[in-house]
């Protein structure tokens, strides 16, 4: 770094994101007996609460991992080694669930898909239809892809499965859309929805959930993946749910508050915001690349633009690291960097959670300060443009 | 709960235990980006402070999950389904491993001892002689349990494989005594130490750790576990260890100040401190049973006695859980219940962490208070036994 920042730092990663003061004061307490009544009234809000945010009435299941651990949980109580899923390529992260998938026996068939314009949904019903012993166990989607800046329409891929009549558990990753994006998990018969602690939900690295459908709850009963931590049927024992070990007691101080949070604002109106602030990012970045020589939008697909996070393409040639060094250890603006092959290629700039319009015009100043000093060309008005977004 | 609890809660459980205010005020503060340099100099600080009081120069792996995470961790790392593992039952927790490894596929050896007196150690180098063909991959040991207040000698047992000059790995969980009883990693040839966040080292829960040997690495090399969440190779990427996933920034934060509170205490004055205070309640509860009528310790090894946990066997026919009703109900007391089949027919005082004189003595006294309120026949002298004994 080259010298002691100063201000607060613009927090713009889209993960984790911004945790507001009153989550931190809410943790910020001695702790409690996790068997004692008190934390198992705490537990029982916390459940009810998430699962209104993921509009399901179905099962849930909170772990003491990250996200990754969520998608473990799902994979290892539902499949046996050997059988298949079918996994939608969008990026990053749906490389990694293909990833995990093969690392704990099972056979993954990707879906191929162009990064920049997402699955096309004829080509999932195509594959399905074809699938007529019904080899193909579940369709794992993730709903935002956190590395392209792109969400998936799963109603779509919902009506692929029914069309097909095929029986496949439909999986989903919102670990980037959860409180951010629209998500309906029992009315898009969703069966298995994974989520985060540090994104929408405004919380420490920490705890992850998913909810489970109850014709998932089912198929689980046949899994025969070894498994212990992740074991569903170990946190059965007790209500809502027991953990495998100690319960993560702060994180449900900190969740309580957030909860309380959202509902204050309204689910509704949380989306909205999310909506209203990504719009204005996007016409920043329009604004940068309209003379065809500055940074554009990686995704290509204008009605699946993510509103959790948008994803920066760099000119050609131009690497996105110098200008968030200086970002950073200039201005104290943390911005996201390129994941896998994206690296120095892209950079993203989160914008959900715990923000608001001076937060984000802030950041996209900053940013365009920080391309001019890195000397990144760029076409001047990004936050004229998303200033009149944000008034419209 | 009867009425709304007054003044601070006196807490006493085994785990988790008291979050020291400078913990809870290092955790306070917003998140940074958990690939920024920042954060990695942090890391780094706390993986050299962790090994420091685990005593290891070999490798560690920290994992956003609570300390069944981190043994699922080493389980999975270094073997294959079917290998062999002994088990040297100490109590629930010994019975809890013994799961987990059948669970992932393992097949389990039990050697069997007694739970209030503990493993014989002839026995296990009996054992141990017996295995010509070297089928046991590894011995497990609960260093401290937790359920029975009873630790284990584990230079005994590492003497034991070495005069049978059995080549099994020596895995050792020091959830309850890292920090809190004598432990040393390398000067001992242990070659998995499973550590949590929320005992000894005085955090909230949600994260944990596995000092791993260069035996014990070599030995993963071979390893055909299906795993991903905790795989260590997937961790290997970055430096000082990368996580599956994002990491716990906030857990990090904790962590850096709690090590430097130990620090500046010296953790051989840690280590002195929980047995200063351990003895007091040991002689309170002696001084409870004098007469034969009264609760007695649990562990009938007066050489085994753990300086982080006392259990106490209640009365024949008496009960604890009233007594450790009223306790919190009506004083803000929070003492352990029994685990498994000891339920109502132990209590547990845990005296782990960030404890001194005041606050033992408070909640012996209490403890008293309750009994005396719940009917529990006990002799009484115990607090004066335990301000005797610190005094000395």
Same mark, same amino acid.
Request: a neutral charge; aromatic letters at 6%.
């Given at each position: ?6 201000g607060r730092q613009f927090f713009n ?5 911004n ?165 309906? @998990?029992?009315?898009?018969? %969703? !069966? ?7 994104? #929408? *939900?405004?919380?420490?690295? +920490? ?66 915001r999310?909506?209203r602030l990504?719009?204005a990012t996007?016409?920043a ?37 110098? @200008?968030?060094?200086?970002? %950073? !250890?200039?201005?104290?603006l943390?911005?996201?960097? #390129? *994941?896998?092959?994206?690296? +120095? ?6 914008h959900?959670?715990d923000l608001n319009e001076p937060m984000l015009l802030g950041c996209l100043a900053t ?16 936050v004229?443009?998303a200033v009149?977004?944000l008034a419209?």
């Open positions: 770094m080259n010298a002691k920042p100063r990663n889209p993960g984790p994101t945790i507001p003061d009153r989550v931190l004061r809410a943790m910020d307490r001695p702790v409690i007996d996790f068997l004692s009544e008190e934390f198992v009234a705490i537990q029982h809000a916390c459940h009810a609460g998430v699962k209104r945010v993921m509009k399901t009435d179905q099962t849930l299941y909170m772990y003491t991992a990250t996200g990754h651990g969520a998608w473990e949980a799902a994979i290892c109580n539902l499949f046996s080694p050997g059988e298949k899923i079918l996994m939608i390529e969008s990026g990053y992260f749906s490389e990694s669930w293909s990833q995990m998938g093969k690392n704990l026996g099972l056979e993954v068939e990707t879906l191929a898909a162009d990064w920049r314009k997402g699955l096309d949904v004829g080509k999932l019903a195509e594959r399905l239809a074809q699938d007529k012993g019904h080899e193909i166990k579940a369709v794992l989607a993730v709903h935002n892809e956190t590395a392209t800046g792109m969400f998936l329409p799963m109603p779509e891929i919902r009506r692929a499965l029914d069309e097909t009549r095929h029986p496949a558990l439909l999986l989903s990753d919102t670990i980037s859309s959860l409180v951010s994006l629209e998500y309906k @998990m029992d009315a898009w018969g %969703i !069966d298995i929805t994974v989520g985060g602690s540090q994104k #929408g *939900l405004m919380l420490p690295t +920490g705890m992850s959930m998913t909810g489970v459908s109850a014709k998932a709850l089912d198929v689980a009963r046949k899994s025969k993946m070894p498994r212990h931590y992740f074991n569903w049927n170990l946190m059965n024992g007790r209500q809502p749910q027991g953990f495998v070990g100690t319960a993560p007691v702060h994180m449900f101080f900190g969740l309580q508050e957030s909860l309380k949070m959202i509902e204050e604002e309204g689910l509704d109106a949380v989306i909205d999310h909506s990504a719009e996007r016409a970045v329009r604004a940068w690349g309209a003379d065809g020589k500055g940074p554009q939008l990686y995704c290509q697909s204008p009605d699946r633009l993510s509103n959790s996070v948008t994803t920066v393409m760099m000119p050609e040639g131009v690497s996105s690291d110098p @200008m968030r060094k200086i970002a %950073i !250890d200039r201005f104290n943390s911005l996201g960097g #390129g *994941l896998g092959p994206l690296a +120095g290629k892209v950079f993203r700039i989160g959900l959670g940013t365009e300060l920080a391309m001019k000093a890195a000397g990144v060309p760029f076409a001047s008005g990004g004229d443009a009149a977004s419209a």
